[in-house]
């Protein structure tokens, strides 16, 4: 115990760029861990799926390989070769394997190595941010776990309800100790983020008998006004509305992206809730100098 607070009491005290350091270390190891959940909470959910639905017609469950976020050990899914602790360094054994198994010689995925970089320099940027406080720590969580669900939603078009729902929770009970806002700002938050998409949904589903988007885009909405308030919302919901008409018409023109094909909006919500956690007041003010001198 005394060792812990003296390791406690170090980190605490550690100029900004070293805590920063030690947190993008931390990030690239938890970046690593995230590949995994990447990988393997889809097919976890679809196994349950598909023997709910075999329940439910009656039929025996198929036999499934069993996933687990912690086991079985890390390894290649193409040969299932079992990785050994320097093929599972981050960003390292990527570099070092040339970006392919050692085993079987298949190419390995970008989104592993790329994954690991962008939440070690995502927890840099947020330690710079807030220091080492409580905030930094709760905006950290919520930096990875929006990084998986990004993830996720980019390879199956899902936002699994083990990472939106938690995080809406999560949001609320930060918000009785006024981590980042109270807690009528967050609860207030979390329905209008919930309702607020929605209702866009129903409207154009009603208007053009098709769906706009899933819900767990309305969870994920839910969560970042539990973690922002409401006040947050419209900023967020402007700059992912504004990134997703960008990068969608950019896929159209230069990659002739066909217009009906769906573009997962999950990803947008992500990245604009973490710059509006960090630099909301800023952006805000820079919108209000930007107006006056209109």
């Not at 981050?90 to 079987?104: D, E, N």
């Not at 607020?196 to 839910?222: C, H, I, N, P, Q």
Request: include cysteine.
């Amino acid at each position: 115990m005394h060792t812990t607070t003296n390791l406690i009491t170090l980190l605490l005290t550690l100029p900004r760029w070293e805590s920063a350091a030690l947190a993008g270390i931390l990030g690239l190891m938890v970046g690593s861990f995230l590949n995994v959940v990447v990988h393997r909470l889809p097919r976890m959910l679809q196994q349950q799926w598909h023997t709910q639905c075999a329940e439910l017609l009656g039929h025996t469950p198929p036999e499934q390989t069993t996933y687990h976020l912690a086991w079985p050990g890390s390894q290649c899914p193409h040969c299932k070769h079992p990785l050994t602790v320097l093929e599972n360094i981050p960003l390292v054994s990527f570099a070092l394997q040339r970006g392919r198994c050692r085993a079987c010689g298949a190419a390995i995925s970008w989104r592993y190595p790329l994954l690991e970089g962008i939440a070690g320099l995502c927890a840099v940027v947020v330690v710079l941010h807030f220091g080492m406080t409580p905030q930094a720590g709760a905006a950290l969580c919520l930096t990875w776990a929006l990084l998986a669900a990004s993830a996720i939603d980019l390879e199956h078009q899902l936002l699994p309800d083990g990472i939106t729902l938690p995080l809406v929770w999560i949001g609320l009970f930060l918000s009785f100790f006024g981590v980042f806002v109270d807690l009528p700002h967050a609860v207030i938050g979390a329905m209008v983020g919930y309702l607020s998409l929605w209702s866009v949904y129903w409207a154009f589903r009603l208007l053009t008998g098709k769906e706009g988007m899933g819900y767990g885009d309305f969870k994920l909405l839910a969560a970042l006004g539990a973690w922002m308030g409401w006040q947050a919302l419209p900023m967020v919901v402007f700059l992912s509305s504004l990134v997703g008409a960008v990068v969608g018409l950019s896929l159209i023109l230069v990659r002739g992206r066909a217009r009906s094909q769906p573009m997962p909006f999950g990803p947008f919500l992500a990245a604009a809730g973490w710059i509006a956690l960090l630099w909301e007041q800023d952006l805000f003010q820079g919108y209000l100098r930007w107006i006056h001198a209109l």
